[in-house]
C-alpha cells in the first residue's frame, strides 16, 4: 500500500490553495457529503494541517444525498460527491446544486477526457454542475473454481448456480440484465414507452430467476462475507469487492461481463446553499493533487480522475485491475448518462415488484 511520507513538499498544497485565490489561514469548516474511503484521515489530516480549515465527512449514497439535500433545498453541506448521472435530474427537478466556478479549478490535475466527459454529462441550461473524482465499474464477482462459465450477467440464471447466486434489487441490477439480453437501456432514456418495455423483459427475467438468488444483498459486507463462507460462488457488485476478496482467495475476482461492466463517475457538487464555497475549491484541488489521489484509491479501492495519480498506486491494486479489465474489456464499458426524471419511478416499480413475487 502507498504510504504517504512526511517530507510531502508544502508547495504541492500551495498551488492548489492558490488555485482557489484565498488563503487558508482563515478558521472555516467543511462540511463533506461523501462516501466511505472517499475522505480518508490521513488525508483530512493533511488538508486541516495546510489550510487550518477543519473537514467534517458524512458518509452517504446517491439515494442519500439526494434526500438530505432536497429536504434542505440544498443546505447542511458544503461538498457533495454524488455520482455524475444523478446530477442533472435531480437538477432539473429539485434545484439542489449550484454552477461550479471553473476559474478556481486546477484543470491542470485532471484526466482531461474524464474532464470533459463529466462537464458535458452534467450541465444544465449551460451551467456545469459537476466534476469528476472517483470512477470505478460493477460487474461480476465469481468464484471461478466453482462458478467459472458464469461470464455474463443472465448467467447468473444458470442451473449451475441455482441458490448460490446474490445481487442488489437496485437499478444497475435492471440495467446490467437490460445489455445481457441484447438491448440497449440507456438509448431508450428518452422514450419512456421504449424503456418500459425493457423494463418489464427484465423483470419477467427476475421474477424467473428468483430461485437462484440466495440473498439480496444491501450492504457490501453482507456480500462478502456471503462469498467467504462459499454461500454464493457467483454476484453482481463492484469491482472493489471483487478485488478485495481476491486478497484471500486467488479463485474469486471481479469478472468484466461480457456485455460490458456499468461504468459510473462520483463527482464534486456544489450544494445550492454552501457556506464554505472556497473552502470546497481547495479540497477539490487537494486532492487532485497525484498523490493525495493516490492515498484515497488507497483507501477506496478506486481510481481517480487525478493525471498521473496510477503511478502512485498499490502495485496489486494494479495487477488485479489488468486482470479484470483487458482492453478490450475497458473499451466495452457502458459508461452512466445522466438519469432523466421519472426514469427512476419506473425502475423503482419493477423492483418492488420483483421483491414481492414468489419463487418459481
Known sequence: MFKFKNTFSGALVAGAVLATGVSGANAETLRLLTWGGYAPDDVVELFEKETGIEVEVTKSN???????????????????????????????????????????????????????????????????YGLPHIWGTSGLIVDKAKAGD???????????????????????????????????????????????????AVEEKLVSCK???????????????????????????????????NQDNADVTFVAPTSGALGWID??????????????????????????????????????????????AEADLKARFQDSFPPEAIDNIKWYPPVPAGIEDLEGKVLDRVKAASSN
Open 62 to 128: 446517491n439515494e442519500d444525498m439526494i434526500s438530505k439535500l432536497r429536504a434542505t433545498g440544498g443546505a447542511g453541506f458544503d461538498l457533495a460527491q454524488p455520482s455524475q448521472d444523478r446530477i442533472a435530474g435531480a437538477q432539473y427537478e429539485f434545484e439542489i446544486y449550484k454552477p461550479l466556478d471553473l476559474s478556481k479549478v486546477d484543470s491542470s490535475l485532471f484526466i482531461s477526457s474524464m474532464l470533459e466527459g463529466t462537464k458535458k454529462n452534467t450541465t444544465v441550461d449551460g451551467k456545469v
Open 150 to 200: 458464469v461470464k455474463d450477467y443472465t448467467d447468473l440464471c444458470s442451473e449451475a448456480v441455482s441458490g448460490k447466486v446474490s445481487y442488489r434489487l437496485k437499478r444497475p441490477t435492471l440495467i446490467g440484465f437490460a445489455f445481457s439480453m441484447g438491448m440497449d437501456p440507456f438509448a431508450a432514456y428518452g422514450d419512456t414507452a421504449a424503456y418500459q418495455k425493457i423494463l418489464d
Open 211 to 245: 430461485s437462484n438468488v440466495k440473498a439480496y444483498w444491501s450492504g457490501g459486507d453482507a456480500l462478502m462475507n456471503l462469498m467467504r463462507s462459499g454461500e454464493v460462488t457467483a454476484a453482481m457488485a463492484w469491482d472493489t469487492g471483487g478485488w478485495k476478496l
Open 267 to 312: 463527482t464534486f457538487a456544489l450544494p445550492r446553499k454552501t457556506k464554505a464555497e472556497d473552502a470546497a475549491y481547495k479540497w477539490i484541488n487537494f486532492v487532485m493533487q497525484p498523490k493525495i489521489a493516490a492515498m484515497i484509491t488507497a483507501s477506496a479501492g478506486n481510481f481517480t480522475a487525478s493525471k498521473g495519480a496510477d503511478e502512485f
